[in-house]
């Protein structure tokens, strides 16, 4: 008997320790963590820099809220602005990925004010792409582009519309006078690991600057050095110039914590764009708190440190050329970027019991293995291990993969 509710459909293990990219469940057994809590346990388990500095500010300042300076959240947005985003623009922190993407959606309908239609009526549609996920608020459910994600929540929200992902004459036809946002995520990861293509997204910014739209971008799950540079779009496009940013998962390692960032470039040729979310137009009792930036800053400061990006491409690389090398059948490509990993699967082939899902089937069977891994979509394997993964993990984890996939080809 349990008094959880029943949104999910759980692994049957349950997880009581870590260290570094293994977990043990409470028989003791041990896992390779390739799934790290879905993106968020960038330096693996436990890592000594996050516990020493979660543990530093908890005895001395946990929680004031955002009536009072916080200099943990000033120092962390200044990393994030001047050393990250490189842009020059605001942050505002918060708890989750779909609140953020939340913030960023409030900044496009205060956009859509301060630039109306012709007719004086403010602009609204958010425009989003099919296979995308935004978060499980009512904001978040609106803009994801899977109908899975809405059932019986209706009525929708209006103002939101989806479209062909990497579809730019799709997108260009789209637009319409109530139109004020593109949002996407440079790398879809729930939605099956698809990676925008340089042209869409050169395209994109390029629509948003002929009909004054924003160019939003989803870096919950890709963002901080997942995909390699710690902005994954500047990994596809280097001089894309995005209006907001949304961040969580990676850059608390494990603490709760998100953000979204928004451009000063004018508008209006004199307010900055972040100056739209003045006083009063938006807050959270939770977010920024000193522990949260503490926390965060120790996860930025080491993933800069140690230099993780090289890493995270050099074991992209070691994965993406094992995995090709095995010619598996039931293997169809291997999808993208840094250690955001997709392995796609030819369902047809593969052995799959009544009524499961593939990936779902596999991501059950690698566990049976020693191996976390989820699912992203029926039919992909995702590999999230942690930025700092070692050579020999990579080859272990691959290997079991591999033997695993052996036992599910399906006879002829
Ligand atoms: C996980 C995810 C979210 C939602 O984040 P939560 O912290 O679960 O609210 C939003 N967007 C993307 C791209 C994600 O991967």
């Known amino acids: 008997m349990s008094y959880i509710l029943p949104t999910y459909g759980r692994f049957p293990v349950t997880l009581v320790h870590g260290e570094g990219t293994r977990v043990w469940d409470d028989q003791g057994k041990a896992y390779l963590d390739f799934c790290s809590g879905i993106a968020v346990c960038a330096l693996g388990h436990s890592p000594q820099p996050l516990v020493d500095a ?3 500010q908890a005895a001395t300042l946990i929680h004031c809220c955002n009536l009072y300076h916080i200099p943990q959240q000033e120092e962390l947005a200044r990393t994030i602005v001047e050393d990250h985003v490189r842009i020059p623009g605001k942050v505002f922190f918060s708890n989750s990925g779909a609140e953020s993407n939340d913030g960023l959606i409030k900044s496009a309908r205060k956009f859509g004010h301060a630039r109306p239609q012709p007719d004086g009526s403010p602009k609204y549609e958010v425009l989003s792409f099919n296979q995308s996920f935004h978060g499980r608020t009512l904001g978040g459910i609106n803009a ?3 109908q899975k994600v809405k059932e019986g929540f209706d009525p929708l929200l209006p103002g939101f519309r989806h479209l062909p992902f990497n579809d730019l004459n799709a997108l260009t036809a789209a637009i319409r006078p109530e139109t004020v946002a593109i949002l996407l995520e440079p790398v879809q990861g729930e939605g099956g690991v698809n990676v925008a293509t340089p042209e ?7 629509l948003c600057e002929k009909h004054d739209l924003l160019l939003l971008l989803d870096e919950v799950q890709a963002g901080f050095g997942r995909c390699g540079d710690p902005m994954a779009w500047r990994e596809i496009v ?10 969580a998962k990676g850059m608390g390692g494990g603490f709760p914590i998100g953000a979204f960032w928004l451009s000063d470039r004018l508008i209006d040729g004199e307010k900055p764009l972040s100056s739209l979310m003045g006083p009063g137009s938006h807050g959270t009792t939770y977010g920024g708190s000193p522990l949260a930036c503490a926390a965060s800053l120790a996860v930025l400061r080491e993933i800069a440190d140690r230099k993780l990006i090289d890493n995270v491409r050099a074991r992209a690389a070691q994965i993406s050329e094992v995995v090709v090398s095995w010619q598996h059948p039931l293997v169809t490509e291997v999808r993208g970027l840094g250690l955001l990993i997709g392995i ?4 047809e082939k593969m052995t799959v019991p009544e009524g499961k899902l593939p990936a779902i089937h596999l991501s059950a069977k690698l566990l049976e293995n020693g191996l976390l891994a989820p699912p992203a979509g029926p039919a992909t394997l995702r590999l999230l291990p942690p930025l700092n993964v070692s050579e020999s993990e990579v080859s272990e984890a691959l290997e079991i993969v591999r033997t695993t996939l052996d036992t599910l080809i399906s006879q002829p």
């Open 238 to 247: 280097p001089g894309l110039e995005p209006d907001g940013i949304s961040w």
């Open 54 to 56: 979660i543990r530093k």
């Open 344 to 347: 796609g699967l030819d369902v």
């Open 144 to 146: 994801t582009g899977q």
């Open 200 to 206: 869409f997204l050169l395209g994109v910014q390029a």
